[in-house]
């Protein structure tokens, strides 16, 4: 249960009146009446069942209550003044704490900053690489890239694209080491991300009955070094669509074989309550059109 707190406005009055020792100066420093600030610290007087100032023929000054409760009310303005500022220059100014995987910073997002620069200049972004999921109420993050099935309800969640997963390797490796059917893997080196362990399994399910058991495993640490190790002709990985569409253009992999939507999906993801929204949501924007689909 909250305390009975005076209102904010009559910390202001009574601020004033104690650094001008007058009603009437208070009054023209807060572009009041006199008779305003007076009704005011009676206000506050009745609030606290206390008298604050003594008042004398030409000036007044604090009594003992006084003088001990303007220490409360300069902390507490201060730090209401403060946060106002500050509020105020991040939706200005902002900045904005974006969190993602390695792989999307450095190679979807960071290559294309240059353009959201050029739209947002006053938008100040600072983008912070993970593969651990994003916990809003311990770090000072704004926004997250997460894949997943967008079951977050104490977030606000945007779909950025579906996901298709193909198995992927490199063109110089697929000539050395021919696939004649996705279904036989037996004899080919398979790259594993140490945090999905389970994801051959689950893949191959989608291949109608390819076996994984016996081949030889390659574990990477992340999505990002598993695609380089692909590319490197180090082995077979799982690809995801759209995340290598500029990879495959490019001809650094190329897909074994047609790609095959998944449940899960790409979100951008976001506290309900932030105060940030319209400019999280501008650089969704941006974010849905720098994903090529």
Same mark, same amino acid.
């Given at each position: 249960?909250?305390?009975?707190?005076?209102?904010?406005?009559?910390?202001?009055?009574?601020?004033?009146?104690?650094?001008?020792?007058?009603?009437?100066?208070?009054?023209? %420093?807060?572009?009041?009446?006199?008779?305003?600030?007076?009704?005011?610290?009676?206000? /506050?007087? $009745?609030?606290? =069942?206390? #008298? &604050?100032?003594?008042?004398?023929?030409?000036?007044?000054?604090?009594?003992?209550?006084?003088?001990?409760?303007?220490?409360? %009310?300069?902390?507490?303005?201060?730090?209401?003044?403060?946060?106002?500022?500050?509020? /105020?220059? $991040?939706?200005? =100014?902002? #900045? &904005?704490?974006?969190?993602?995987?390695?792989?999307?910073?450095?190679?979807?997002?960071?290559?294309?900053?240059?353009?959201?620069?050029?739209?947002?200049?006053?938008?100040?972004?600072?983008?912070?690489?993970?593969?651990?999921?994003?916990?809003?109420?311990?770090?000072?993050?704004?926004?997250?890239?997460?894949?997943?099935?967008?079951?977050?309800?104490?977030?606000?969640?945007?779909?950025?694209?579906?996901?298709?997963?193909?198995?992927?390797?490199?063109?110089?490796?697929?000539?050395?080491?021919?696939?004649?059917?996705?279904?036989?893997?037996?004899?080919?080196?398979?790259?594993?991300?140490?945090?999905?362990?389970?994801?051959?399994?689950?893949?191959?399910?989608?291949?109608?009955?390819?076996?994984?058991?016996?081949?030889?495993?390659?574990?990477?640490?992340?999505?990002?070094?598993?695609?380089?190790?692909?590319?490197?002709?180090?082995?077979?990985?799982?690809?995801?669509?759209?995340?290598?569409?500029?990879?495959?253009?490019?001809?650094?992999?190329?897909?074994?074989?047609?790609?095959?939507?998944?449940?899960?999906?790409?979100?951008?993801?976001?506290?309900?309550?932030?105060?940030?929204?319209?400019?999280?949501?501008?650089?969704?924007?941006?974010?849905?059109?720098?994903?090529?689909?």
């Amino acid at each position: 249960m909250y305390r009975d707190l005076p209102p904010i406005h009559l910390l202001i009055a009574f601020e004033a009146a104690a650094q001008q020792h007058s009603f009437k100066l208070a009054a023209q %420093a807060l572009c009041i009446t006199p008779s305003a600030v007076s009704q005011q610290i009676k206000q /506050l007087e $009745q609030h606290l =069942n206390m #008298i &604050l100032f003594k008042r004398l023929t030409r000036r007044v000054e604090l009594s003992e209550y006084g003088k001990a409760y303007l220490r409360v %009310a300069e902390q507490t303005l201060t730090t209401y003044r403060n946060c106002h500022d500050s509020f /105020l220059y $991040q939706v200005s =100014n902002p #900045i &904005l704490r974006i969190s993602m995987i390695p792989f999307v910073a450095y190679e979807i997002v960071i290559p294309a900053l240059h353009e959201f620069k050029s739209l947002h200049p006053n938008i100040e972004l600072r983008i912070e690489t993970s593969m651990s999921l994003t916990d809003f109420e311990r770090e000072p993050v704004d926004a997250a890239i997460r894949f997943g099935d967008g079951n977050w309800p104490d977030l606000e969640v945007h779909t950025i694209s579906p996901c298709y997963c193909a198995l992927v390797a490199s063109p110089q490796y697929i000539s050395n080491n021919p696939l004649d059917n996705i279904r036989e893997l037996s004899g080919h080196t398979l790259i594993y991300m140490q945090r999905s362990m389970n994801d051959w399994q689950r893949t191959t399910e989608f291949l109608n009955g390819s076996t994984v058991e016996h081949n030889t495993k390659l574990v990477m640490d992340s999505y990002l070094s598993a695609m380089r190790a692909a590319e490197q002709g180090l082995g077979i990985a799982i690809g995801q669509l759209p995340l290598l569409s500029t990879w495959l253009e490019a001809g650094r992999l190329v897909t074994l074989n047609k790609p095959v939507m998944i449940p899960e999906q790409y979100y951008f993801v976001f506290r309900k309550t932030s105060v940030k929204k319209v400019v999280l949501l501008d650089f969704y924007q941006w974010l849905t059109k720098i994903v090529k689909t």
